[in-house]
């Protein structure tokens, strides 16, 4: 399996979950030009990432990658221990960062989709980062108690870490959310986090 991956961008969280199966794969690091050019295009239109290339096989999309590695990789239990609930729950979690905490921040990354006039982007941002202090506010209370977003490791977990790194570099309120914090810090410990960001340029 092949990873097409930018550095920071979501397809970070596919990197860190291949790095937890303990299997080998092989990643290939784009660059905004290279990620446009004909080579990439041909794999993915859109020119955007993450992609994969399994064999002739080529996926595209964040959450469904995370399944397909889930599947791929079942001994990793990134979709929890089999059972119809454990696997519900992950893909639960997932759904919340894939589909309500990652767009949050698009009016952050790029005002411009949402207003060509720049004295609405101010209040713009102002409205993205209430919406995602709010959003964190919920992840927070569902780490309370335990280690992991879903209650057990799950390829959940990773695309929250990057959303929290995103986060930072946003300058988002998360004051006194403890539970986060935390978790940023055993995710930051990790082996397989740690080898991803190393590989990615970020650490």
Do not use: C, M
């Given at each position: 399996m092949k990873l097409?991956?930018?550095p920071g961008a979501c397809s970070?969280?596919?990197?860190?979950?291949?790095?937890?199966?303990?299997?080998?794969?092989?990643v290939q690091v784009m660059t905004r030009e290279a990620m446009k050019a004909p080579a990439f295009l041909a794999i993915n239109p859109a020119g955007a990432v993450p992609a994969i290339e399994d064999g002739d096989f080529v996926l595209t999309q964040n959450a469904a990658i995370m399944g397909y590695i889930a599947?791929?990789?079942?001994?990793?239990?990134?979709a929890g221990d089999g059972s119809p609930q454990q696997r519900?729950?992950?893909?639960?979690?997932?759904?919340?960062?894939?589909?309500?905490l990652h767009p949050a921040f698009l009016p952050l990354?790029?005002?411009?989709?949402f207003s060509e006039?720049?004295?609405?982007?101010?209040?713009?941002?102002?409205?993205?980062?209430?919406?995602?202090?709010?959003?964190?506010?919920?992840a927070d209370?569902?780490?309370?108690?335990k280690q992991w977003l879903a209650g057990?490791?799950?390829?959940?977990d990773p695309y929250l870490y990057i959303t929290l790194r995103w986060a930072d570099g946003q300058k988002i309120d998360l004051s006194g959310l403890e539970h986060l914090a935390a978790f940023k810090q055993r995710m930051e410990a990790d082996a397989g986090v740690r080898a991803a960001l190393q590989a990615e340029g970020l650490a």
């Open positions: 097409y991956t930018k970070t969280a596919d990197h860190i979950a291949l790095q937890w199966t303990g299997q080998p794969f092989d599947d791929t990789y079942p001994a990793a239990q990134l519900a729950t992950a893909a639960r979690w997932l759904a919340f960062v894939n589909s309500d990354f790029a005002p411009a989709r006039d720049a004295s609405d982007q101010p209040a713009l941002k102002e409205a993205a980062h209430k919406r995602l202090r709010a959003l964190f506010e919920s209370r569902q780490l309370a108690g057990f490791r799950s390829y959940a």
